[in-house]
């Protein structure tokens, strides 16, 4: 099957202005990213989809491809849509553009995955680490049943329970890489809008249970910790450092 990955990447973003360019360590984070994906499936099949010329810019310099899209996406899934009218493939991954520990094997796993589901979007999860806060708002929280179907996700800590949080419980994070095909994308796009739990989460893969469209959950095994909050730059820092 012809699979390509595609990572979205806004500059205005509304807790980050700027996060894609921001280094880590020295290197943009956008081109951390992208060139662990490139890792997974090779440079000529990794695409970065920006409305901004300085995500651009800085992503052909490292040597990166760009598809340009519009200024209106409402989410990195949206602006998938758009990015996905210029390409020919079975499988688009989407990986997101700030997750910089994310390891190359998992992204490999969850186009495996994909290809022997192909009527489930797949998404990878992964149990809260030790070092993780599981009421941070910024970690979306996932419920799946005993076969790994998606049931709901939540920045609230979920599954809940009348004695509170459990300490015990290995809660699941999602970890932003998602695979499509492009008829699931296109069904999202033509939702036209954010569905309502959506847009009171703030998490858009809640949009394919509006549309009845199942979410398969895979579970990856790698560290991954996202950078949401420029707070979170020194964290990841001191992973890459083994501190």
């Known amino acids: 099957m012809n699979v390509v990955a595609v990572i979205p990447a806004r500059y205005k973003s509304s807790r980050f202005p700027g996060k894609p360019l921001v280094e880590i360590d020295g290197v943009p984070l956008i081109i951390r990213v992208a060139r662990i994906t490139a890792t997974a499936l090779g440079l000529d099949s990794v695409f970065v989809a920006?409305?901004?010329?300085?995500?651009?810019?800085?992503?052909?310099?490292?040597?990166?491809?760009?598809?340009?899209?519009?200024?209106?996406?409402?989410?990195?899934?949206?602006?998938?849509?758009?990015?996905?009218?210029?390409?020919?493939?079975?499988?688009?991954?989407?990986?997101?553009g700030d997750e910089p520990l994310l390891n190359p094997q998992d992204i490999l796993d969850?186009?495996?995955?994909?290809?022997?589901?192909?009527?489930?979007?797949?998404?990878?999860?992964?149990?809260?680490?030790?070092?993780?806060?599981?009421?941070?708002?910024?970690?979306p929280k996932?419920?799946?049943?005993?076969?790994?179907?998606?049931?709901?996700?939540?920045?609230?800590?979920?599954?809940?329970?009348?004695?509170g949080i459990q300490a015990k419980y290995p809660?699941?994070?999602?970890?932003c890489i998602y695979a499509f095909t492009k008829k699931e994308l296109a069904a999202y796009g033509s939702f036209g809008r954010k569905s309502k739990i959506e847009s009171m989460e703030d998490i858009e893969i809640l949009r394919f249970l509006e549309l009845n469209i199942p979410v398969l959950m895979?579970?990856?095994?790698?560290?991954?910790?996202?950078?949401?909050?420029?707070?979170?730059?020194?964290?990841?820092?001191?992973?890459?450092?083994?501190i």
Not at 145 to 163: A, C, D, F, Q
Not at 171 to 175: E, L, R, T
């Open 50 to 96: 920006t409305d901004d010329d300085r995500i651009a810019t800085c992503c052909t310099d490292h040597g990166f491809q760009v598809l340009m899209t519009s200024s209106d996406c409402l989410t990195g899934t949206d602006r998938l849509v758009e990015a996905s009218l210029q390409l020919d493939y079975d499988i688009m991954v989407n990986v997101q």
């Open 110 to 139: 969850v186009i495996e995955v994909k290809k022997n589901n192909m009527d489930w979007v797949v998404n990878a999860m992964a149990t809260i680490g030790p070092d993780e806060n599981s009421e941070n708002k910024n970690i």
């Open 142 to 163: 996932v419920v799946a049943n005993e076969s790994n179907h998606l049931v709901y996700m939540s920045r609230s800590v979920i599954p809940g329970n009348k004695n």
């Open 171 to 175: 809660y699941k994070k999602q970890v």
């Open 218 to 242: 895979h579970e990856v095994k790698g560290s991954s910790l996202a950078v949401d909050v420029p707070e979170d730059v020194a964290l990841v820092e001191a992973k890459l450092k083994g």
